[in-house]
């Protein structure tokens, strides 16, 4: 519908003054506490929960204001992992030792020479020296003698910079054992974190978590590879295991164990059990989204369905209270152009059902008016509009007088205008504006209600 919706959602925000904001957190942890973990934090594949490392947070980061060009600003910027100030210093993270190293080999192929770094978005605000000379497409002209330092021409300048100086000065790491090229045992770990995931996931996020199984391996053709990783999800959860196997017209059997080479010569796949710790979760509330605070509609775009006729008054109310809490709000009607109210007035559209789509709100209001809803309720594309939006548990509003297209969709026998019903399936309908402003900002506020996703599933 759009390929770039996040962008433009961001760029949209940004524009509006609705600044995004990311608070920055550490998790920070010994040597000591490292080692007491049951998993290995060199691992890139494993994660700290939260309830054994709270976050410090130390920061915020705030988007004030859109690149004034994106591709010399955003396309060029570079970003190097080796880019760190005084204080900190690297792990033994195979990964990151990777990235160390093949970030400025990239920039220099990505970006198109060795002096990336001289480009206006990664250019240094404050002056720097160091000993970087000549090359493809620099921007310094550097003075001197010589193509190198410290030379003897120049008194053996520049000289390297000292910690007192504020130079670099790398972290007094202390290594009292040889150092090997082995993985630690419990590297070998590879399912309980995947376990302590899913468990503390929401019921509906679990179920998205199947579906999504669902999806990927059912485009498998060869019949035993969907067999070897439903074999694999059984060592994660055997309900998960035996959801996503029914749908694939499988039987859970015991996975085949791999042997695994890089393990330590005196124990292998087979042989390793994790071992439980004072630091062994089973669940981690934080890892789930469905404790995250709801008490916002800034930013939500929120889609009203229009044609001539419609009841101007009430897209007026609806428009203001929405605009009040922050949300943006366009107007769709099945052609571009102002369309004309019952009251006279004309009412300016944003899209039309060709140029929009329901993916790209977040919610969906449907003002009365008797031609208008008339019109509507004949439209396939605003029928589709409002099925798609429920199918996708979206918070929905209507007038009373906009039953007729409630009528033309799969689940208007599943609509009441009781408060209670509201609450659950985030669909209000309204006899009075003001009110159904409140009820129906209420619903955006909690983004979706997976509730509705019981109606459409199969069980197993």
Not at 219 to 239: F, H, N, P, Y
Not at 392 to 407: P, S, T
Request: hydrophobic share 40%; proline share 5%; with cysteine.
């Amino acid at each position: 519908a759009d390929a770039d919706f996040h962008r433009r959602d961001l760029w949209e925000a940004i524009e509006a003054g609705a600044y995004p904001e990311w608070e920055q957190g550490l998790q920070v942890f010994t040597e000591a506490q490292a080692e007491a973990f049951s998993f290995d934090v060199l691992d890139p594949t494993k994660l700290i929960p939260e309830e054994l490392v709270p976050v410090q947070i130390v920061g915020n980061m705030t988007l004030n204001r859109n690149p004034d060009n994106f591709f010399a600003e955003t396309e060029q910027v570079a970003f190097c992992v080796a880019h760190i100030v005084p204080g900190i210093d690297f792990t033994n993270d195979p990964l990151l030792a990777g990235r160390i190293h093949s970030y400025v080999d990239t920039q220099i192929s990505r970006l198109g020479g060795p002096n990336f770094h001289e480009i206006p978005i990664n250019r240094p605000v404050v002056p720097v020296h160091n000993n970087q000379r000549d090359g493809h497409m620099r921007q310094t002209i550097d003075k001197g003698n010589t193509s190198y330092s410290p030379n003897s021409l120049g008194g053996g300048c520049p000289f390297q910079a000292k910690a007192a100086e504020g130079g670099f000065s790398s972290y007094a790491e202390r290594i009292d054992s040889r150092k090997i090229r082995e993985r630690s045992r419990s590297f070998f770990d590879h399912f309980s974190q995947a376990t302590l995931f899913f468990n503390s996931m929401s019921q509906p996020e679990k179920d998205h978590i199947v579906d999504a199984l669902r999806f990927e391996l059912g485009k498998v053709e060869t019949e035993a590879i969907r067999q070897r990783m439903v074999g694999i999800l059984s060592r994660i959860d055997k309900g998960l295991a035996h959801e996503v196997a029914y749908a694939l017209g499988l039987n859970v059997l015991e996975p085949e164990q791999p042997i695994n080479h890089s393990m330590p010569a005196d124990a292998d796949v087979q042989a390793y059990q994790p071992v439980k710790t004072k630091s062994s979760l089973d669940l981690s509330p934080a890892l789930s989204m469905a404790g995250t605070v709801k008490n916002s509609i800034l930013t939500r775009k929120i889609a009203i369905l229009v044609a001539d006729g419609v009841d101007g008054g009430a897209v007026r109310s609806m428009q203001k209270a929405l605009l009040a809490e922050g949300a943006v709000v366009e107007l769709i009607a099945p052609r571009l152009g102002p369309v004309t109210a019952a009251d006279g007035s004309a009412l300016p559209v944003d899209k039309s059902f060709l140029t929009a789509a329901s993916v790209l709100y977040d919610a969906v209001y449907v003002p009365g008016g008797t031609n208008s809803v008339a019109t509507l309720a004949a439209t396939a594309d605003a029928v589709h509009f409002l099925n798609e939006a429920y199918k996708h548990c979206k918070a929905i509003a209507a007038d009373e007088g906009a039953m007729q297209l409630f009528r033309a969709t799969y689940f208007h026998k599943r609509v009441s205008d009781s408060d209670t019903a509201m609450l659950q399936e985030g669909v209000a309908i309204g006899r009075d504006n003001k009110t159904l402003a409140a009820q129906f900002i209420a619903a955006i506020k909690m983004h979706r209600f997976w509730e509705r996703e019981k109606a459409r599933k199969v069980p197993a």
